[in-house]
């Protein structure tokens, strides 16, 4: 049952990936300005024709849309996005590289979200309508309002100007954590206070459910009942909030990454919008959109783990 | 007497909500023994659940409590929340009314059967696991093994009652408090559930049964009270309650089921906030007097009590 699921599952993937790929590959394609003149343009301004008809040759942008598209997706499909215009590396290599650095930002921030919200939100269920509630649910709403990037100047004032614990941008060799820190609370924090008011709402809802009440019958202690009989029930809706927060903070963040100079994916697609850097942009948005959807998958097997009820559903 | 096992007396429970206080158990006083089968019935809203919710001690957090329970000598009433949860499942049990409510829809069936055992009788897991099984193949609930691994959603409704009652004698408890066992469900059903908790009883386990089913109640029952309006109007053995039910409003009620014609009581339900002086009945009382709105004294008789003018 849970096979057959799971093949149906991935199919469905397959229509979904040919229209996202048709998108990210003509919304460019539309996008005004011509690639080859941009880069054959001088810095005084002119360009020569010769010179321009060349590049679209060696670039195959002579060729008819659906051809550029169908070229792109066969190469694409084996993991070849092109060269960048620019620098003329490897698309691919590039976005992994970038990804790469995202993804290490996206765990940790998760990490903290996480571990702020779930103990928030459950204390803030159980308190609730008392002092501790409204700190909390003040709190995330503080969370939710204070935009990133002044959270961010906020703590280089503090971390690395005033008491210096924390550099205040940069990369370090990549494994130096304390470089992470900083950008990753701000994504966490931020990704905090929406699962803090989700985890709250949906535990009070648990919390009043009759099988609580008779789970305190059989006389277990409140510690078991919340943890065993209701946090598991009331995370089961919040799952999907985790899984959106993943999709956003793996897309990256260019406000967060430019700020704290961290060369992640978001900063990549912003980089090579500006610079026309089509090939680039192409191959960032698929990817990031692959990635998405790979976290919506899992997000759903996840569902299914949770919820015996979708397990054995012979029929779904 | 030692042969009682619960002894509840001059227990008030009041609920203060948005639209006033709601009275809801006043000064209720009654016993249970050993091995007896005790039927609170009544309408519903006047106040059984609460009743049976207060003994548990589990109330509503807003709730107000006073008055004494004593379960097996000990006065539960005064027991700390860590040492009460020692009661609950172990001594004295619940069993809901609707079990896809009652049962965690995400843990699987045998394991939450399995919880009083391992909370209170200090079983490992898998000692639990395998009496958890008998307990389920002795309620019909088969193959066990396969059963007890499944979901509360998999089960039918009669089978998923069957394994709420394993759960709720999963510990062996003295007392066993049935809230509304019957209701919503079919005649066929009904008897079922009778023969179950018979099954039970017949080991020795004491039940408070609360329910608006006087059918039910006279089947299982060794004694009844009658609640109307948070308070206990009267308290009998079944054979004498139904041969000559001595209440006004337990006349009244038992002229309103079926087979003694339906005649339905005049008059609405009292509200639970700003109820009647004197004789919470008497607005509808057929018999009543001037002296009914003064507090009806509690009169006992042959071993009866009730609580009305006429008998005093």
Request: glycine share 12%.
């Given at each position: 049952m849970l096979n057959e699921y799971f093949i149906r599952r991935v199919l469905y993937l397959v229509p979904v990936l040919i229209f996202i790929s048709f998108m990210s590959f003509s919304l460019i394609y539309i996008a005004p300005g011509d690639p080859a003149e941009i880069m054959m343009t001088s810095p005084s301004g002119g360009y020569d024709e010769a010179a321009v008809e060349a590049f679209r040759i060696a670039h195959g942008l002579d060729q008819p849309f659906y051809i550029q598209y169908l070229n792109w997706i066969k190469n694409a499909a084996v993991g070849d996005f092109g060269y960048s215009y620019m620098s003329e590396q490897s698309v691919f290599e590039t976005v992994l590289n970038a990804f790469e650095n995202t993804l290490k930002l996206s765990v940790l921030a998760l990490a903290i979200a996480l571990v702020i919200a779930i103990p928030l939100g459950v204390v803030s269920a159980l308190k609730h309508n008392t002092i501790v509630d409204d700190a909390c649910r003040f709190g995330a709403l503080l969370g939710v309002s204070i935009p990133n990037f002044?959270?961010?100047?906020?703590?280089?004032?503090?971390?690395?100007?005033?008491?210096?614990?924390?550099?205040?941008?940069?990369?370090?060799?990549?494994?130096?954590?304390?470089?992470?820190?900083?950008?990753?609370?701000?994504?966490?924090?931020?990704?905090?206070?929406?699962?803090?008011?989700?985890?709250?709402?949906?535990?009070?809802?648990?919390?009043?459910?009759?099988?609580?009440?008779?789970?305190?019958?059989?006389?277990?202690?409140?510690?078991?009942?919340?943890?065993?009989?209701?946090?598991?029930?009331?995370?089961?809706?919040?799952?999907?909030?985790?899984?959106?927060?993943?999709?956003?903070?793996?897309?990256?963040?260019?406000?967060?990454?430019?700020?704290?100079?961290?060369?992640?994916?978001?900063n990549l697609v912003v980089d090579s919008i500006l610079s026309h850097d089509y090939m680039m942009v192409q191959g960032s948005v698929l990817f990031v959109a692959v990635i998405f959807l790979l976290i919506n998958f899992f997000v759903d097997l996840v569902y299914v783990w949770a919820n015996p009820e979708i397990r054995y559903d012979k029929t779904s | 007497m030692s042969d009682v096992l619960l002894k509840v007396s001059d227990v008030s429970v009041t609920i203060p909500t948005e639209q006033g206080t709601v009275h809801a158990v006043d000064n209720a006083t009654f016993s249970i023994n050993k091995h007896e089968v005790f039927s609170l019935i009544g309408e519903s809203g006047s106040g059984k659940s609460i009743l049976g919710q207060a003994i548990m001690r589990l109330l509503p957090l807003n709730a107000m409590f006073s008055g004494k329970v004593e379960l097996g000598g000990m006065e539960i009433s005064a027991l700390s929340e860590k040492e009460m949860q020692k009661v609950r499942g172990k001594i004295v049990s619940s069993i809901a009314q609707n079990p896809y409510l009652a049962m965690n829809p995400g843990i699987r069936v045998g394991t939450q059967v399995a919880e009083p055992m391992q909370a209170h009788l200090g079983m490992s897991k898998e000692d639990a696991k395998s009496r958890t099984c008998q307990a389920l193949k002795y309620f019909d609930i088969t193959p066990p093994e396969v059963r007890e691994r499944e979901y509360p959603f998999q089960y039918s409704g009669g089978m998923l009652q069957r394994a709420m009652v394993a759960m709720g004698t999963a510990a062996n408890p003295e007392l066993i408090i049935a809230d509304e066992p019957t209701k919503g469900v079919d005649v066929l059903k009904k008897r079922n559930i009778a023969a179950i908790f018979q099954k039970v009883a017949s080991k020795g386990c004491a039940f408070l049964l609360i329910t608006h089913d006087v059918g039910f109640a006279r089947a299982m029952s060794d004694r009844i009270a009658v609640n109307y309006c948070g308070q206990i109007i009267e308290i009998a053995e079944k054979e004498p309650f139904f041969k000559e039910p001595l209440h006004p409003y337990s006349q009244a009620l038992l002229d309103a089921v079926p087979e003694r014609g339906m005649h339905p009581i005049p008059g609405p339900s009292p509200s639970m906030i700003e109820v009647p002086e004197g004789c919470r009945f008497h607005p509808r009382c057929p018999n009543k007097a001037d002296r009914c709105l003064k507090n009806p004294p509690v009169v006992e008789i042959n071993g009866r009590c009730v609580r009305c003018w006429m008998y005093a």
């Open positions: 002044w959270q961010a100047y906020l703590m280089i004032i503090f971390f690395s100007v005033i008491i210096h614990w924390l550099p205040a941008s940069g990369f370090g060799h990549g494994t130096d954590i304390s470089y992470m820190i900083m950008p990753a609370a701000v994504l966490g924090t931020g990704s905090a206070a929406v699962m803090v008011r989700m985890i709250r709402s949906s535990m009070l809802d648990v919390m009043g459910k009759e099988y609580i009440q008779t789970a305190r019958g059989k006389g277990l202690s409140e510690k078991i009942v919340i943890i065993r009989h209701a946090l598991k029930n009331a995370l089961v809706p919040v799952i999907t909030v985790i899984g959106l927060s993943i999709g956003f903070l793996l897309n990256g963040s260019v406000v967060v990454e430019t700020i704290f100079g961290w060369s992640g994916i978001g | -």
